[in-house]
C-alpha cells in the first residue's frame, strides 16, 4: 500500500476545527484509493509561541522536510499582538516558505454556481467566475532588506532577482496552458522600478509561450477589474504583497474567505492551507467553515501526491453538498441549511463516496 508522510500544523484559532475535518476527508480518500496517509503534528504560530517561545521551531521545519506534504491550520490572534514584529504567529509563515523554499503561491478563486447568490456583487457578476492567482511567495518586500523602524520612520525594501520573477512566470504560463491560455501580470510599473523590471522579464518570458496571450495591469486597476468584471481573467501573476492583497479582494467574489484554499510549492516542498485566518472569535464554536481546508487538501492530492482523480472527486463532492443547501454560519442565507464544521465534514465525505462509487 502506498504511504504518505504528512506534516500537520493545526495551528490557532478555528485553525485545529478546519484541519480535523479535512483529515477526515483525507482518511476517507486513503480508504478509497487504498493510500495511507502518516500524521505528524506539530505546533506553529501563537501556540508554539506559548509553549517554546519561538512562532516556528527548527524542529517542526525539519519536521516538514521530511514530509511528503504540510497542512497548515491558521495562525495568530489579538493575544500576540503587542509582541515585536519579528516574533508575532505570522512570522512563522515567512519563516516556513522561506525554510522550504515556497516560491509559488496557487490561489484558485472559484465560484460555485449553488454560492453565486452568496458573494456581495450581482450574481451575474460572479456566475462562472473560475481565477488563479499566482503569487511569487519568497521575494517583494515582505522578504526584501534593509528594514526596520525607529521613533521617527520605518522602513521596508520591495526588491525582486531576474530568477525570481523568471520562475513564476513560467508556473502562470505553464498553468494557463492547462486553462484558457490567457496570463494577466500585475504590476505597479509606472511608479516603481521594481515593478518595470518584473514586467520586462515577464515579457522576455513569454516568448517562449507564444500560444499563452499575455497582458499587463496595474495593481489598483486589477483591484477594481476583479470586483467589476471579474470573468476577464484566467491566471493573474503577481508579486508578494500584491498577490496577498488581491487574492483576499477575490474572496468576495466568492462569497467568503472560507471558500479560498492555496497550494505554496517550490522545488523539493510544498505545504497547503486555506486563506482564511484564525478567526478567533468563533474559535471553539464549531461554527467555523472547514471547506478551504477540505479543498486545500484536494490540491495536495492533485499537485503533491499524484492523486489527481481524488482531488477532483473531494472537489466535486464540496460542490454537491453546496447544490444540496448546506452552509456554515458566514455563508448562510434563508432558505438555506445550517451546519457544523463537523457536520459539514461528514456531508463531503457522504458526497464523496457517492461520487467515487459512480466514477468505479
Request: aromatic share 6%; net charge negative.
Amino acid at each position: 500500500m502506498q504511504s504518505y508522510k504528512i506534516a500537520v500544523l493545526p495551528g490557532d484559532g478555528i485553525g485545529p476545527e478546519v484541519m480535523d475535518a479535512a483529515l477526515k476527508v483525507l482518511d476517507a480518500v486513503g480508504k478509497m484509493e487504498s493510500v495511507q496517509f502518516e500524521y505528524e503534528y506539530a505546533q506553529v504560530g501563537g501556540c508554539a509561541i506559548d509553549e517554546t517561545g519561538s512562532p516556528l521551531s527548527k524542529e517542526t521545519l525539519q519536521m516538514c522536510q521530511r514530509s511528503d506534504a504540510a497542512l497548515l491550520g491558521a495562525v495568530g490572534g489579538p493575544k500576540w499582538e503587542s509582541l515585536p514584529q519579528d516574533k508575532k504567529p505570522e512570522q512563522a509563515l515567512l519563516k516556513l516558505r522561506g525554510g522550504l523554499g515556497l516560491y509559488s503561491n496557487l490561489r484558485p478563486a472559484v465560484v460555485f454556481p449553488a454560492l453565486a447568490r452568496a458573494s456581495s456583487l450581482q450574481e451575474e457578476i460572479v456566475s462562472g467566475v473560475d481565477v488563479m492567482v499566482v503569487r511569487e511567495l519568497t521575494g517583494g518586500i515582505y522578504f526584501g532588506t534593509p528594514k526596520g523602524a525607529d521613533e521617527n520612520k520605518g522602513w521596508n525594501t520591495m526588491v525582486y532577482e531576474r530568477h525570481e520573477v523568471e520562475r513564476i512566470a513560467r508556473v502562470a504560463f505553464d498553468l494557463a496552458r492547462k486553462r484558457n491560455s490567457r496570463v494577466c501580470s500585475v504590476d505597479k510599473a509606472n511608479v516603481l522600478d521594481v515593478s518595470q523590471f518584473w514586467r520586462d522579464i515577464v515579457i522576455e518570458v513569454h516568448k517562449d509561450y507564444p500560444d499563452v496571450e499575455l497582458e499587463h495591469m496595474y495593481v489598483d486597476n486589477a483591484a477594481m477589474q476583479l470586483v467589476r468584471t471579474p470573468k476577464q481573467f484566467d491566471v493573474i501573476v503577481t508579486g508578494n504583497m500584491f498577490g496577498d492583497i488581491l487574492s483576499d479582494i477575490a474572496s468576495m467574489v466568492t462569497g467568503s474567505l472560507g471558500m479560498l484554499p492555496s497550494a505554496s510549492l517550490g522545488e523539493k516542498y510544498s505545504l497547503y492551507e486555506p486563506v482564511h485566518g484564525s478567526a478567533p472569535d468563533i474559535a471553539g464554536q464549531n461554527v467555523a467553515n472547514p471547506l478551504a481546508m477540505i479543498m486545500s487538501v484536494a490540491m495536495m492530492l492533485s499537485y503533491t501526491l499524484d492523486l489527481p482523480q481524488a482531488g477532483a472527486a473531494v472537489q466535486e463532492a464540496v460542490s454537491k453538498v453546496l447544490e444540496a443547501g448546506y452552509r456554515t454560519g458566514e455563508l448562510f442565507q434563508e432558505g438555506d441549511k445550517l451546519v457544523t464544521t463537523t457536520e459539514m465534514s461528514e456531508l463531503v465525505i457522504k458526497k464523496l463516496t457517492q461520487v467515487r462509487e459512480r466514477v468505479a
